[in-house]
């Protein structure tokens, strides 16, 4: 359930990044860490 809903919140990431001309990897692996970090935790 967690590694579903964690999924889904990485597909919205990569949308706002690249809705926002944002499409940086590292934005995008920084962004990664802090959600698994934070799905750990709830």
Not at 17 to 37: A, E, M, P, Q, T
């Amino acid at each position: 359930m967690i590694g579903q809903s964690s999924k889904e919140s990485r597909s919205l990431w990569q949308k706002f990044i690249s809705d926002n001309g944002l499409s940086s990897h590292s934005l995008l692996f920084v962004s990664d860490r802090l959600l698994d970090n934070l799905l750990r935790y709830i």
